[in-house]
């Protein structure tokens, strides 16, 4: 059953997929029709989930459950994955890739390589104030309070000179 994400509690279950590139705005309406019916729909053994789902920054589509009334099983979030490469496939993205790292420029989404994250920090590309993007984090709570975090604050923080 879909619910305002607002109204969700900290404490529900997020799933964050990040594309490879940015979604334009008749993308960003097809995302929309694809997960509404899927969302609103959505149930674990026969028990409805109260779920929400985002497209933020025109590149994350962000999925979120309140496993508060009932846990989303094994079956429901393999259902939920498929939708999301029907997604996927529709808009010819990449939204598993787990190698890109997303940042913050002028408030537009950038990526590089998760391998690059050394020469990135060298070259002052990415600085200890750069803008991350967490998406490993795994509740709402956490999305509300940390899915943008500085750079130095993040897990690249091991790649910062110290004085």
Known sequence: MY??????????????YQSNRAFNDQEVGLIKQSLLPFIE???????????????QYNQFIIITVDENAHSASGCSID??????????????VSLFER?????????????????EAKAMIANETITNTTKIFDNTIQSLGDYRKRWIIEADQSWLKRFFVTA
């Open 3 to 16: 619910k305002s994400i607002n109204s969700l509690s900290d404490d529900s279950k997020i799933w964050i």
């Open 41 to 55: 729909s959505w149930n674990a053994h026969g028990s409805d989930l109260n779920a929400s789902f985002d497209v």
């Open 79 to 92: 259902k939920c994955v498929g939708v999301v490469k029907q997604i996927e496939t529709l808009l010819k």
């Open 99 to 115: 190698t890109n790292v997303a940042y913050l420029v002028n408030d537009k989404v950038s990526t590089f390589k998760l391998s």
